[in-house]
């Protein structure tokens, strides 16, 4: 190799380093100032509020009665709440769950699925678009292939052993105010929530990545009790979310075909 070979492979790396340094932005979602008029503004405020009044605005396709931002919290602009601030420029993207290749129409049509126990949306219907409208609207200041910083529910630590008979009383000490003795919630006097509810019909089912003690723990450690995030251990965090997650809820039929290329995690359900 002579030396402008080597020089090209340097300056290669050196270039793949500053995409790697870029590869974490601040989280910072878009002023709604900038949501433009005309049709691409208006399928953008329809998707935010199908994705926030969800039970309500999709009452085909969602089975309980929550809303996508009872997880993805502030209309998916919080870290460590599963943000899609970014979410457009990184699907398709692979998912050992799925063991393929996802678009982020099927993602979307996961978290109907699952956390939403109901049924898909068809990819060329004016509700997915305007879904998709909203998230790439969010996304717009994010290169593409982008992970924002608290992407997804951060991190737990794997080693600790939950026991859901402290998370029992975990639960009784900070979350029955809000989520009720038996996980039922607090209705809000027009068939939806004010507090939703953690287990039974109304809930998400055992196929949800919320079912999972680990990814459950993660979310409550930075985002609950409301308003009080990161106030938590993990081993409370865990003990409490191993708890709730095992309480019964809507049946998941599929799940026994996920992971099927193996890599299937300790906390997945059976
Ligand atoms: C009960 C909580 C909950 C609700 C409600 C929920 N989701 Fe999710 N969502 C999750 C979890 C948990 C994950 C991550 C799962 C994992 O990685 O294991 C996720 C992931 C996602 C992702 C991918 C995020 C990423 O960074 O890759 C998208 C997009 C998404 N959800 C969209 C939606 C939409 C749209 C709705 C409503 C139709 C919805 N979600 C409702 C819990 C929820
Ligand atoms: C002060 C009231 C309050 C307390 C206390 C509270 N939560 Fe929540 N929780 C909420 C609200 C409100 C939401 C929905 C947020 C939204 O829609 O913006 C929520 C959402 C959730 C969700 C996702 C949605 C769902 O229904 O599955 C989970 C899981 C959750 N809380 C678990 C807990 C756990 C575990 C605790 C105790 C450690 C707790 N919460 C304490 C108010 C509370």
């Not at 910072?28 to 998707?47: F, L, N, R």
């Not at 009383?169 to 003795?181: L, T, W």
């Not at 039974?200 to 409301?226: I, Q, W």
Request: proline share 6%; with cysteine.
């Amino acid at each position: 190799m002579n030396f402008r070979q080597h020089l090209v492979l340097i300056l290669a790396a050196l270039g793949g380093a500053a995409a790697h340094a870029q590869t974490a932005p601040e989280l910072k979602p878009p002023a709604d100032s900038s949501i433009p008029a005309g049709p691409k503004g208006v399928a953008i405020q329809a998707g935010k509020l199908l994705l926030s009044e969800t039970h309500q605005r999709l009452p085909v396709n969602v089975g309980n009665k929550l809303n996508c931002t009872n997880c993805h919290l502030a209309g998916g602009t919080v870290a460590q709440a599963s943000p899609w601030v970014g979410i457009w420029g990184v699907f398709p993207e692979y998912r050992s769950r799925s063991g393929k290749i996802i678009s982020l129409q099927e993602r979307v049509n996961d978290c109907l699925e699952r956390s939403m126990n109901g049924k898909a949306l068809a990819y060329n219907s004016d509700e997915m678009n305007n879904i998709l409208a909203y998230m790439q609207w969010l996304s717009s200041d994010v290169p593409t292939g982008v992970s924002v910083k608290g992407r997804g529910f951060g991190a737990i630590d794997q080693k600790l052993v939950p026991n859901g008979a402290h998370g029992k009383q975990v639960y009784a000490d900070k979350c029955v105010s809000c989520h009720g003795a038996a996980g039922e919630g607090v209705g809000n006097g027009a068939g939806g929530y004010a507090f939703p509810p953690l287990w039974g019909k109304d809930s998400f089912n055992d196929g949800a990545g919320m079912a999972r003690t680990f990814t459950a723990a993660a979310f409550v450690k930075y985002n609950m009790p409301l308003g009080q995030g990161g106030t938590l251990s993990d081993q409370d965090a865990l003990d409490v979310s191993e708890f709730f997650t095992h309480q019964p809820r809507p049946v998941y039929a599929g799940k026994a075909k996920d992971w099927p290329k193996g890599g299937k995690p300790k906390d997945a359900r059976n």
